[in-house]
């Protein structure tokens, strides 16, 4: 692994940092922005150098993001954002901006190198994102049945049809 970027990501705002060269700087995390990072990385690799883009989990800012850039043939690894946290304060990085939380997680893959596996495409992540909200609605009704339930057993409810 030659060239290692790490991207701290934000809802509007993509923080890149670049190891070994220490490059640093942001681009909206939009298309338009997402296309701005692919040429400027696609110039910064030699065609020997391997290059790895690893980006934290952040809830779903990422996927943009990484689906791009992985469509665009870099390699790509997202990482759990408490593994980046525990490298910083096991390295003594204990400042927490995005730029710095770039550098870091450039840093952390650089050192550990994990394992680069393919990500899920479109289709299984839709697929994972309504089991994930199904589950959340099951889990809803349960807790929303329980006390109606616990009340019409004291007789103090009548039993509402279901719709």
Excluded: W
């Excluded at 298309?31 to 989990?57: F, M, P, T, Y």
């Excluded at 525990?86 to 400042?95: E, Q, V």
Aim: net charge positive.
């Amino acid at each position: 692994m030659d060239i290692v970027v790490g991207i701290d990501v934000s809802k509007d705002r993509l923080d890149i940092a670049i190891a070994p060269s220490g490059k640093a700087f942001f681009v909206g995390n939009s298309h338009a922005g997402i296309d701005d990072l692919v040429q400027r990385l696609k110039s910064e690799r030699s065609a020997e150098a391997s290059c790895v883009v690893a980006l934290e989990a952040t809830g779903g800012f990422e996927m943009l993001a990484a689906a791009r850039l992985s469509s665009a043939g870099f390699a790509v690894i997202v990482i759990s954002p408490a593994q980046v946290r525990a490298y910083a304060n096991a390295i003594g990085r204990r400042a927490k901006t995005d730029p710095i939380d770039a550098e870091v997680i450039a840093a952390f893959v650089a050192a550990t190198r994990p394992e680069i596996r393919p990500l899920r495409d479109a289709e299984t992540q839709a697929l994972s994102a309504l089991v994930g909200r199904r589950r959340q609605i099951v889990q809803m009704i349960v807790a929303e049945d329980t006390p109606v339930t616990a009340a019409r057993s004291c007789g103090g409810l009548r039993p509402v049809p279901r719709i």
